[in-house]
Each structure stands twice: as structure tokens, then as C-alpha cells.
């Protein structure tokens, strides 16, 4: 869905990967719904929609949409920062991600629609 801000109108999904600092298949369970629930949380607060996640055994897929003024290397440093100290401050087990992560761009426009777009815009006060 296109959605707006004052001055533009986007549709940016990321699709972004990340893994714990052990790489053991521990985020399971209670750490599973507790990690999903701050998630939520996290993307709430930060204004972003979580179109889906999956916490996996041992890594975590997120689908987020986000404004065009966040980076996508912002949203990750949110997303992995955040959730680690609020898991930590909450519990008794903790949680650390690695510092590295995937990021993929995600929308609905292909290349075809977006030329057509701006083909469309020629002659027009922009």
C-alpha cells in the first residue's frame, strides 16, 4: 500500500536478516514470542510496520516498511540494538546479535512501472 508523508509518497519494504553472536539455535520457545513481541514494539514506537517476521532457531527474518528518511542501516541498528537491551533488561537470559545483517529492498513498483512513471512525468511542474 502507497502510503505518505508531507512531501512524498513511498512504498519501501526491507527485508532484513540477522543472526545471534553464538550462532546457536536457542531462539526458541519463550525467547522466541518475547523477541516477536519486542519486535512489535520496537517498530511501533519507531513509526516503522512489521509486515512479517519469523524468528527462526537461529535467525530472525523481518519484513519492515519504513519512511524514506530512515536508512536501511538505521533500522537495523534500531531493530538489533534496541531488542537486545530491552531483552536483557527484562530477562534472565540473554540475547546478543552479531554485528552483521542482510538487507534487501522490497516494494511493488518493477522497473517497468517506475520508467512508465517517470515517462509520465515529462512536461509536468514537478
Known amino acids: 500500500m502507497v502510503k505518505s508523508t508531507r512531501h512524498a509518497k513511498y512504498e519501501l519494504y526491507y527485508h532484513i536478516v540477522f ?14 514470542e518475547r523477541l ?29 516498511g519504513s519512511p524514506p528518511k530512515n536508512a536501511p542501516s538505521l533500522i537495523v541498528n534500531w531493530i538489533k540494538g534496541i531488542s537486545a537491551r530491552k531483552y536483557n533488561q527484562r530477562y534472565d537470559d540473554r540475547v546478543k546479535w552479531t554485528r552483521s545483517y542482510y ?20 512536461g509536468e511542474d514537478a
Open 103 to 122: 538487507v534487501g529492498t522490497a516494494g511493488s513498483a518493477s522497473k517497468g512501472a517506475v520508467e512508465q512513471y517517470i515517462a509520465e512525468q515529462e
Open 19 to 32: 543472526v545471534p553472536k553464538d550462532r546457536r539455535s536457542h531462539l526458541t520457545g519463550k525467547t522466541k
Open 36 to 64: 516477536e513481541a519486542i519486535f512489535a514494539e520496537i517498530c511501533e514506537d519507531k513509526g516503522l510496520e512489521l509486515a512479517e517476521s519469523e524468528v527462526m532457531p537461529d535467525h530472525v527474518h523481518l519484513f519492515i
